[in-house]
């Protein structure tokens, strides 16, 4: 992979050990933290270690295991952190993210999101440049952010390794995950890596070639 010009710092967080990223510029001494799922006093360790200060939060969608930390993290900041969302997932946001559906307890969400993602639009962190990419199928305003100087991309639960992410939840939809996949993913070369939001880090090209879902006939993955 290639020489990343950011710190990035991974956490097994919450009841379904989700995955959230720490991302930090020691230069500028700012850092963001992607998809905070629990634990905002284990976040704001990983963001001390990098003497840095937590200017916002990406979230790339909002099921309840990846932004369960949201208001503490608000409250521990005394709300002076960006909270970024798509749009299309805005219902899911007001409805806690299923976590009442799923009966999950010891959790809260009092903040809304802050500012509303894009298509395409480039979010800084110091030097790095992060495009972001709406994909829905797992949801219907999951985004991936892409880092194309260091190759890598922050996937959340569109696209795992030797695995994608579910349809059969509410917004979900297996044809649209499949369509975002190939345009969003599969698009770039296989050296980026994926970074997703439970698991271990993959690569474009290992999914291409080894992923059983991405096989399966479908012409669009030959």
């Given amino acids: 992979m ?13 009841p379904l050990e989700t995955n959230t990223y720490v991302l930090g ?6 850092a963001v933290v992607v998809d905070p799922a629990w634990g905002a006093e284990a976040i704001l360790s990983a963001v001390d270690a990098l003497e840095c200060r937590l200017e916002a939060i990406w979230v790339t969608h909002a099921h309840f295991d990846h932004i369960g930390a949201v208001s503490d993290l608000q409250d521990a ?3 002076d952190v ?17 976590a009442d559906h799923w009966g999950v307890t010891g959790y809260r969400l009092e903040h809304a ?6 298509h395409g639009e480039v979010l800084k962190l110091g030097r790095a440049a992060f495009e972001v990419r709406h994909t829905p ?4 305003g999951h985004v991936v952010y892409v880092e194309h100087e260091a190759s890598i991309i922050f996937c959340g ?13 509410e ?23 994926l970074l997703p939001g439970h698991g271990e880090r993959t690569s474009v090209g290992d999914e291409r070639l080894n992923n059983p879902y991405l096989q399966a006939g479908d012409e669009r993955f030959v």
């Fill in 2 to 14: 290639t020489k990343s010009i950011i710190s990035i710092t991974t956490l097994q967080l919450g």
């Fill in 25 to 30: 510029d020691t230069a500028t001494g700012t």
């Fill in 77 to 79: 900041t005394q709300h």
């Fill in 82 to 98: 960006d909270i970024l969302l798509h749009p299309a997932d805005l219902p899911l946001w007001k409805a806690r993210g299923g």
């Fill in 113 to 118: 999101p802050t500012r509303f993602l894009e």
């Fill in 137 to 140: 199928g797992h949801s219907p």
């Fill in 157 to 169: 639960d569109l696209i795992f390794r030797d695995g994608v992410g579910r349809t059969d939840l």
């Fill in 171 to 193: 917004g979900g939809s297996w044809d649209t995950l499949v369509e975002s996949i190939d345009q969003q993913i599969l698009s770039l070369p296989d050296s980026f890596q």
